[in-house]
């Protein structure tokens, strides 16, 4: 819903030829940041995640098969989303990272169907990362802000 009314209701100098929030980058510092941030917090929940089942065994009777890669695809998932509001042209980027990660995780636990599935996530990452990036450098390059 954040992110339809967002797409939908630019401010004036975001707007593109169709009055939506016009497609831009996330570059340079504010880039860095966000990933350095991803990472403090994939190490944080990486870790927790690699304690439940000794803090819960209860709970999870076994160790987490991948806590750090579980931990880094929700915590790029969370980043990826509040991206593509925004609807930087990085957002694709990282959700085709996220699903290459799951597609591998996903066959090596064995969910063979959830696997397949992240496989054509991959796919729709991709396309939409080309079709973003054809959309992007078709602005003007006084519309292609970043």
Not at 46 to 59: D, M, S, Y
Not at 76 to 93: A, D, P, Q, V
Request: hydrophobic fraction near 50%.
């Amino acid at each position: 819903l954040q992110g339809w009314w967002r797409w939908t209701h630019p401010k004036d100098q975001e707007a593109d030829q169709h009055n939506e929030l016009r497609i831009t980058r996330l570059i340079g510092r504010p880039l860095v940041m966000v990933l350095l941030g991803g990472l403090a917090a994939t190490a944080i929940l990486g870790t927790f995640a690699q304690n439940l089942h000794i803090w819960f065994p209860v709970l999870f009777s076994q160790p987490s098969a991948f806590p750090y890669l579980d931990s880094f695809t929700t915590v790029m998932s969370i980043i990826g989303t509040f991206m593509m509001i925004h609807k930087k042209l990085e957002c694709w980027w990282i959700w085709l990272l996220v699903d290459i990660i799951s597609t591998f995780m996903y066959f090596t636990k064995g969910v063979k169907l959830v696997g397949f599935e992240y496989a054509i996530f991959c796919l729709i990452a991709f396309q939409g990362a080309w079709h973003w990036t054809r959309e992007y450098r078709s602005y003007p390059a006084r519309q292609a802000i970043h």
